[in-house]
Each structure stands twice: as C-alpha cells, then as structure tokens.
C-alpha cells in the first residue's frame, strides 16, 4: 500500500493525523506515520524480519514527485503518448506479508461485521476515492469465513496459514481488490493508483524496462515458476519467496519486488486506454463496483514480459488467485 504520510499544512501548521484531507501536498516532505497497525506487534513477518538484512516489514520509501510517460520504457514498440505526473507519496519498501495481514484478520477487520468507515483509505488528490458502502458486501461475513476464503483455488499454492508459521515474510495471496483496499485503510495508508506504481516501478523519468535497469534475470526476480531454483514450469509453494529476497531487484528508491512474487493490485478500474489527463489520476467508475481493476508487476508464475515495469493487467476485484497480493 502507499503508506499514510503526515505533511504539513499551510501557515506551518501540523494535521492532526497523518492524510488529513486538509494537509496539501508537500513535495519531499520526509514525515511518515510512526508505527502501522499491522506492525504493532513486532511478530515475524510483522516486525524487523523482513528482507537479507532483516529491514522493518513495514517500512516504506519516499517517491519524489515528477512526470513521466506511463507504460513507456524508451522502446520504439511501446507509446509515448501517456505522460502524468504524480505528488509525492510513500510506498511500502515490502508486499504486505502474511504475518501483516494476520494482524489486519486477528483484528475483526475487513469484514461485513467490521467494515472500513466510509470514505476510509482515500486519496488525498482525489475526491471520492475512499471506501463507499457498496463495497461492505463483497467483504466475507465474519472473520471464520475470511480464514477460509484465503485457502484460494485448492492448489495448495496459497500463503495464509492459520496459525502462525514459516510463512510469516510471505506476501499475502489470494486476497480480492477490496480485502486489499481495506487492510491499507486499515493500516494508515491507500492503494497505490495505477499511474503512482508505474513511476515508481520504472524509476520515474528514467523510464526503466525493469524496476532495477535494463536487463532480466533470475537473481532480480521470482517469475516463470522458479523462484525455488527449480525448472521452468514447475509451480510449486516454494516458487513465491519471502518479501526482500532478492535485493539486487530493488527499484530506483529501494522498494523490493515490483517485478515478480506477486501482482500487485492498484487503485484503479481497469480501462484499454490509460486516462489522460492524468496529475495524480485515478481512473474510477462508482456504477461498476464489481468492473475489473489493474494489477502490475507480474508474478512468480508470470513469464518474463509481464514483469516489465511498462506492463498492465486486470483481475475481477472478488477474484482470488494465487498469483495476486
């Protein structure tokens, strides 16, 4: 998620909470919230386990504001014709592990029983982006049953346990649009829109094929099923790695596993055609609750095309595979 950040307000004066609505965009501003929910605890995967160096799980980096052309990496076969430009925001260094979102479940919420509050998990430059009530039933009922529905697609390729074990530093699969959408809420923070991924994806006006340079390879990123170090193909648990694992993967401001692991779900509805205008968009379509959503960044089973920084997907918001996070 792009991680709740606490800038100042006109006249110097503070927000009272970090993504007051009121606060204006500082660009730079180095404030971040102390300590999410989900890492409240310091439990594995939910405290300073994450990555080589065991980095706090919930760490996040500051992504300057700028302008680029979304879904172009300098190729003559990709367009140039979308350009944006984002604010500052933060983004978490890590996917949201299992044992983050095991204190997000633990808690009661992201339920019909406990929904977010309305307008909850918005963008600040972007009026209406929050939770709307129409959402509240495309959650599970009850925390029993949203334990089950994370056991995704009978494969025995999912990451959730119910108790905790090995699989704390995972990232969380199997999880819809709006079960992602709540725990950032939840969490302090939003979804990241499709246009604020993208830039921080390819390193923002550099452009990057690839979220580390130019060129793929199997020490930057989990994807074609071989994560486990086993032939092409071959999918298996072991193939999606715990969040950090490969740091020579890094994006151009530190965030690990932009390409590979997980698809990651964005803010925004799906459309063939990138919005435009776009400073600081949001493509989104109250009327279609159930309308597809982008993803980007490929996936342990993805092939090496999908991993490109410029590359674009859609899944149904209910859907849960384990290929999405």
Known sequence: ??????????????????????CPNACGSP???????????????????CGPGGASCCGNRLVPCGTYLRSYDGASST?????????????DKFEITVGRFRAFVEAGRGVQANPPAIGAGRNPH???????????QRLEPNTAALKSALQCNGDRLWTWTDAPGPN???P??????FEAFAFCAWDGGRLPTEAEWNYAAAGGDEHRPYPWGAALDSERAAYGCTGDGSAAGDCALSDILPVGSKPSGDGRWGHSDLAGNLWEWTMDWWRDALPTPCIDCVHRVDGERDAT???????????AADLRAGNRDFSYPFDRVNNIG
């Open 1 to 22: 998620d792009a991680a709740g950040a606490c800038v100042p307000c006109e006249g110097g004066d503070e927000c009272g909470e970090c993504g007051d609505p009121g």
């Open 31 to 49: 404030d971040v919230m102390a300590m999410p929910p989900s890492c409240a605890s310091g439990a594995p995967g939910a405290g300073d386990s």
């Open 79 to 91: 367009d140039d014709s979308f350009p944006a430009a984002v604010s500052d925001f933060r983004l």
């Open 126 to 136: 972007v009026d209406g982006s929050g939770w709307i009530a129409g959402w509240n």
């Open 168 to 170: 704390e530093e995972l």
């Open 172 to 177: 969380i699969n199997c999880i819809t649009w």
């Open 293 to 303: 959503r982008v993803t980007r960044g490929g996936s342990y089973r993805a092939p």
